[in-house]
């Protein structure tokens, strides 16, 4: 079944504990992005990834770090985490190219005190 | 850059009754178009959407769409809701370019519908 697996689905954690979302897919795909999901602000894309080594920014890149060392892996990391990163966030892949389905995890919630 | 607004942020309505959910975008170039849904507690799946030829697409669960280039909108709609459609919407755009913008989704804000009994 083609997915894309993200873990944990919670996590509460305090402030500046670096902490590692994890995120795979099993669809071959070269494009990964993350994104958060905020009320009244809908998604906001964080980082994204055209294939292997090669990641850029988003709209909202500040206090977040990527890697894409794998096809199929692109783990999000926070290494000082603030109160103000407590969202929900949502890893999507896709074929290369912008005409072609987004398939997303199913979220992890994240919180910050 | 691109930019997507969804004109209300919750949509109440009752059950066999039509909705539509409103979308403009902007862009200066040509894009394709999205309608994705996110279930309570569940990621993002895509309803449908329009890359080219047909401005009126049909997606799942009965919703469709239409593309319309004037008016730079893509308003989602249904002739008769259901319970189970209650859900957030969210509409999405992604340009036709290369480098940087290719494969990036700007959503809008969400709406809300709510179908009531």
């Known amino acids: 079944e083609a997915q894309v697996t993200q873990n944990p689905r919670y996590l509460i954690t305090v402030t500046g504990k670096k902490l590692t979302v994890t995120c795979s897919q099993n669809m071959n795909h070269e494009y990964m992005s993350w994104y958060r999901q905020d009320p009244g602000l809908g998604l906001r894309q964080i980082y994204y990834s055209m294939n292997v080594e090669v990641t850029d920014k988003g709209d909202v890149p500040e206090g977040y770090k990527v890697s894409r060392k794998e096809k199929r892996n692109f783990p999000l990391i926070l290494e000082s985490p603030s109160p103000n990163q407590t969202s929900l966030y949502f890893c999507a892949s896709s074929e290369y190219g912008t005409y072609t389905e987004a398939f997303f995890g199913q979220g992890t919630r994240l919180t910050v005190v | 850059a691109q930019s997507v607004t969804q004109l209300d942020s919750q949509v109440p309505v009752f059950e066999e009754a039509p909705v539509e959910l409103r979308c403009n975008y902007s862009?200066?170039?040509?894009?394709?178009l999205f309608w994705y849904v996110q279930y309570p507690n569940q990621g993002l799946q895509l309803l449908l959407k329009?890359?080219?030829?047909?401005?009126l697409v049909k997606g799942i669960n009965g919703f469709e769409a239409e593309f319309n280039k004037s008016q730079t909108s893509f308003h989602l709609r249904k002739p008769s809701v259901h319970i189970s459609d209650t859900a957030e919407y969210f509409c999405?755009?992604?340009?036709?370019?290369?480098?940087?913008?290719?494969?990036?989704?700007?959503f809008g804000r969400g709406t809300q519908l709510t179908v009531w009994p």
């Open positions: 862009s200066s170039v040509s894009v394709y």
């Open positions: 999405a755009v992604s340009a036709l370019g290369q480098g940087s913008t290719l494969g990036r989704l700007y």
């Open positions: 329009y890359l080219s030829g047909s401005t």
